[in-house]
């Protein structure tokens, strides 16, 4: 079957009039329904966007690929649309793009057509034939180009040989299954061929695995790579030099991967890993260092705690007043109890325990799950410090983590040396015994001196109460963002909590400030620097303006985490700018918390303090974009 079986006059625009990514997608599906191939347009609509969300289709160098295979395609279809001055399409590479090739596959498509689509989007990788398709001047022509296209292809097809000095092996594999994985299959094909060397390229489509590699490939293998978005097999490749990276490293960065697996100092597969490429974290992530890996692995799994608790707390103070908890205050329902319980109490609570015990799985697998999770719950929960509650907050869940993964991998070292007789009992006693008791020993010990930090700030703010206030402002606000519900958050809070009780209001009101600005901060800089942010990042920056506007400072957690060295000094300039100016413009605050719901107690000129904190956002977002690099680039 030709891709112009699939890809007819009625499904062609060369005048896109769409403006955004949200308006081109639907002017295509118009375009499909329009031309009969579709069941039902909505639901068509759906699948699209939810594999939207999975991870952008605009792959870069002017291209997008939206598609889905579901029910409501009536006929398998290509619907082609063409964009003069391009669309912003949330592409892998921020450039606009200019041709979108809209696939729609039926539920029950057989392989024929299956093979088809995704023929099409190995033949974009061709940059002659984009070239000639953004050139045609009529639809006839776009319908010549491609069947020359497909008469060269079909003439030109050659075997892989191994038998050249240098064999690779590539596995390719996307969560849908049509687009992408052949286009990094083809990438990788065409890369390695221009360099001398030979390989073998598995794809795990949707139509199932094809060009499977042998025992024999895998033990004649020079290196593999795997470039996937979904679940492969890997125990098969012990032993081999492997690079696991997304999918979208296979379509644009070919020949660095190439260099990487083939390098003298690229890492040897142990075993025992999860059996995907990073599976559970974003598409733009997962090809980045192991320190990285393990990281996000935490920050993305904890990441659902942060919102959903943060957003529930937010609407206790919402329907609840400022004391939503409180049932001896006038302001005190049920209702707003319960949220603040399950969003506070619960939901955030488990927020520190979960980043550590899945950073401690992405390093040791399973059986560093539990000993990273009691680290982290010891973490926020022991201080081992008269007088002190809370522990050392997401800092010290972030040691945790790594430090329960790394003693289970110690553990299990050591543990090699007992019979095989033993294997069956190392994972369920011999691990979770000695890497839980010898991690939590270490958190016990190191704890106390990270909570004696938060003591010993809450006695050096006291003393500061009579200096400067601008300055006790500036220092306030930075203090909120350095670990944003740790113990340095906590010792400014407390000061502006004792200060509040006394009858002076301007020090919460700094404080309050300072703490809006992280994560209202992060989310403007994904606005606005979207190409240094993943999609994850991005998505989550949306839900941050919510969290900001309500003083829920730990919605910036998961980019501090991800990248502390950059968010965490931009966040603490931007807060310290945030307090000082409040202090500066003498504000006052009657309530300890709530963000934008109790706005109505502000003392002084509220539109100073709100500009105040939106300065303080700027300051964030621009430095967050300063010190970042695009994503391509890192």
């Known amino acids: ?5 699939l890809l007819k006059n009625d499904t062609i625009i060369l005048d896109l009039q769409s403006t955004t990514k949200s308006s081109v997608i639907d002017e295509l599906v118009n375009k499909l329904d329009e031309a009969g191939r579709l069941n039902d347009k909505e639901a068509y609509k759906e699948a699209i966007l939810a594999r939207e969300a999975q991870s952008t289709t605009g792959i870069g160098e002017g291209i997008a690929i939206p598609h889905a295979k579901t029910a409501a395609v009536k006929t398998p ?30 539920e029950g498509a057989n392989q024929t057509h299956l093979e088809t ?8 990788m061709d940059n002659a034939f984009r070239e000639k398709i953004e050139k045609a001047a009529s639809i006839d022509e776009v319908m010549a180009v491609i069947d020359q296209k497909e008469k060269e292809e079909s003439e030109g097809q050659e075997e892989v040989s191994s038998d ?4 690779l092996l590539g596995v390719t594999g996307c969560p849908t299954g049509i687009a992408h994985t052949y286009m990094a299959a083809d990438k990788l094909k065409a890369t390695a061929k221009e360099m001398g060397y030979a390989i073998k390229v598995e794809t795990n489509g949707s139509g199932g695995v094809k060009n499977r590699l042998t025992p024999e490939d895998i033990e004649k293998a ?24 997304p999918v979208a490293k296979g379509i644009h960065e070919p020949k660095e991967l190439i260099k990487r697996a083939l390098h003298k100092d690229a890492p040897i597969y142990q075993g025992g890993g999860n059996g995907s490429s990073d599976e559970g974290s974003s598409n733009e992530d997962k090809g980045r260092s192991g320190f990285y890996k393990h990281l996000m692995n935490g920050v993305s799994n904890m990441l659902p705690f942060v919102v959903g608790g943060g957003i529930l707390i937010a609407l206790s103070f919402l329907f609840g007043g400022i004391n939503p908890s409180d049932p001896s205050s006038e302001d005190y329902n049920r209702f707003s109890d319960m949220l603040n319980v399950i969003g506070g109490g619960n939901a955030f609570f488990l927020m520190v325990p979960v980043l550590a015990g899945f950073i401690a799985s992405s390093i040791a697998d399973r059986p560093g799950f539990a000993p990273g999770m ?42 090699e040396i007992l019979p095989s007789m033993f294997d069956g009992l190392k994972t369920v006693l011999f691990y979770p015994v000695f890497s839980i008791g010898i991690a939590g020993i270490i958190m016990l010990l190191i704890n106390p001196p990270l909570t004696r930090i938060y003591t010993g700030l809450s006695s050096w703010l006291q003393g500061l109460g009579d200096t400067n206030l601008v300055l006790l402002g500036i220092i306030l606000g930075g203090m909120m963002a350095v670990d944003m519900g740790g113990p340095i958050n906590k010792a400014a809070y407390t000061f502006g909590i004792a200060m509040l009780e006394a009858g002076n209001y301007s020090f919460i009101a700094a404080i309050m400030a300072g703490g809006m600005v992280p994560p209202l901060g992060t989310a403007l800089a994904t606005t606005i620097f979207k190409n240094k942010f993943t999609q994850q990042e991005r998505d989550a920056g949306k839900s941050n303006y919510a969290l900001g506007a309500f003083f829920i400072s730990e919605g910036a957690i998961p980019f ?45 000129n509220a539109l100073l303090y709100l500009l105040a904190i939106l300065i303080g956002t700027i300051i964030c977002a621009f430095a967050i974009g300063f010190l970042k690099k695009d994503l391509k680039k890192e």
């Not at 593999?224 to 990276?245: C, N, S």
């Not at 926020?380 to 991998?409: D, P």
């Not at 931007?574 to 709530?594: Q, W, Y």
């Open 222 to 245: 020079d290196a593999i790579i795997v470039a996937a978005d979904t679940k492969i097999e890997t125990e098969r490749f012990k032993g081999k030099p492997l690079i696991q990276v």
């Open 164 to 167: 050249k000095e240098i064999f």
């Open 77 to 106: 279809a290509i619907v082609f649309g063409r964009s003069k001055d391009g669309v912003d399409y949330d592409s892998l590479d921020g450039q606009p793009s200019h041709l979108f090739f809209m696939i729609a596959a039926s």
């Open 1 to 5: 079957m030709n891709i112009t079986d």
């Open 560 to 604: 501090a985490a991800a990248d502390p060295a950059r968010v965490i000094p931009s966040a603490v300039i931007g807060a310290a700018a945030a307090g000082g100016l409040s202090m500066l413009f003498n504000i006052g605050l009657k309530a300890p918390h709530g963000g934008i719901v109790v706005a109505g107690l502000v003392e002084g």
């Open 374 to 415: 009691v680290g982290g719950l010891i973490a926020i929960t022991i201080s081992g410090v008269e007088g002190a509650s809370g522990g050392s907050g997401f800092l010290g869940g972030l040691i945790a983590g790594f430090l329960g993964g790394y003693v289970t991998l110690g553990v299990k070292k050591v543990l």
């Open 117 to 124: 689509l995704s023929r099409l989007s190995s033949f974009l």
